[in-house]
T-cell receptor, first 113, second 113 residues
């Protein structure tokens, strides 16, 4: 049972436009949501997070939106740049104990010049 | 400041051989985790530790053992390697503050022939 799902394996966006990556989850116990970015042959790098008491968190060009009733979150990148080309993982955890992360399958974002 | 360091970076084993993957951190984090990443499946938790001398099973622990004898090191062992354990292995660490992300190493690519 996939508790965190990223239904788009890949996404192609023109440089300067908005990139929107989506993530759905099923476990209502998740209260902390994170996005990681991964380049080939490197480890995932933390990008931005949001707790369940918020519906939006912004950091520069990156904004994460959370719709708790729909169990859906999205990552917006505006404007998209060639260096944003990477695989993006959505992850979720509760707030207790070791806060084990459950990851989505990832979305490969390609920014075209 | 190295952060999270994984050794080795690459390894090829024959079926039935054993080996140990080392994760070392200089961030003084209490929590440490081992994940595996397979194509199309995101990252899955193998084992984790909430402090020196403690370990616990994650989502996919079978065929692996771990030890955390020192706070800064988390070892992942394969006693008898199988082709199904061919994967990229990532170590992560996290402090005890709730709204804090996990930090990842650059991974170990392991092939079992």
């Amino acid at each position: 049972d996939q508790q965190v799902k990223q239904n788009s394996p890949s996404l192609s966006v023109q440089e300067g436009r908005i990139s929107i990556l989506n993530c759905d989850y099923t476990n209502s116990m998740f209260d902390y949501f994170l996005w990681y970015k991964k380049y080939p042959a490197e480890g995932p790098t933390f990008l931005i997070s949001i707790s369940s008491i918020k519906d939006k968190n912004e950091d520069g060009r990156f904004t994460v939106f959370l719709n708790k009733s729909a169990k859906h979150l999205s990552l917006h990148i505006v404007p998209s740049q060639p260096g944003d080309s990477a695989v993006y993982f959505c992850a979720a955890s509760g707030l207790q104990g070791a806060q084990k992360l459950v990851f989505g399958q990832g979305t490969r974002l390609t920014i075209n010049p | 400041n190295a952060g999270v360091t994984q050794t080795p970076k690459f390894r090829v084993l024959k079926t039935g051989q054993s080996m140990t993957l080392l994760c070392a951190q200089d961030m003084n984090h209490e929590y440490m985790y081992w994940y595996r990443q397979d194509p199309g499946m995101g990252l899955r938790l193998i084992h984790y530790s909430v402090g020196e001398g403690t370990t616990a099973k994650g989502e996919v622990p079978d065929g692996y053992n771990v030890s955390r004898l020192k706070k800064q090191n988390f070892l992942l062992g394969l006693e008898s390697a199988a082709p199904s354990q061919t994967s990229v292995y990532f170590c992560a660490t996290k402090g005890t503050e709730v709204f804090q992300p996990q930090h990842f190493g650059d991974g170990t690519r392991l092939s079992i022939l």
